[in-house]
Nanobody, 113 residues
């Protein structure tokens, strides 16, 4: 059974940083692509970043240069380092395991002064 548990969200001022974490279990993590999505109030959920099993990364244009996705296969963890945060980054952030189409419960990120 695939389980994804996000953590690290919170309230941050514009220009600040946060690192989100996702603990994964129930599948062979080291050979899996992993991704982060986000969903703002009243909007659709969309892809923020994706990392392949060989550490190839892809980002949405709106976060390129500010966000970094990474993984630790020894710990079955995937991270999203978010810098230079903007109010438009406010959303619930979700970890996703694409092969099983599984989602975590999400973690709220609020960027506000």
């Amino acid at each position: 059974q695939v389980q994804l548990v996000e953590s690290g969200g919170g309230l941050v001022q514009p220009g600040g940083s946060l690192t989100l974490s996702c603990a994964a279990s129930g599948f062979t993590f080291s050979t899996s692509t992993m991704s982060w999505y986000r969903q703002a109030p009243g909007k659709e959920r969309w892809l923020v970043a994706i990392i392949s099993d060989s550490n190839i990364t892809t980002y949405a244009d709106s976060v390129k240069g500010r966000f970094t996705i990474s993984r630790d296969n020894a710990k079955n963890m995937v991270y999203l380092q978010m810098n230079s945060l903007k109010p438009d980054d406010t959303a619930v952030y979700y970890c996703r395991h694409p092969p099983s189409r599984s989602w975590g419960q999400g973690t709220q990120v609020t960027v506000s002064s």
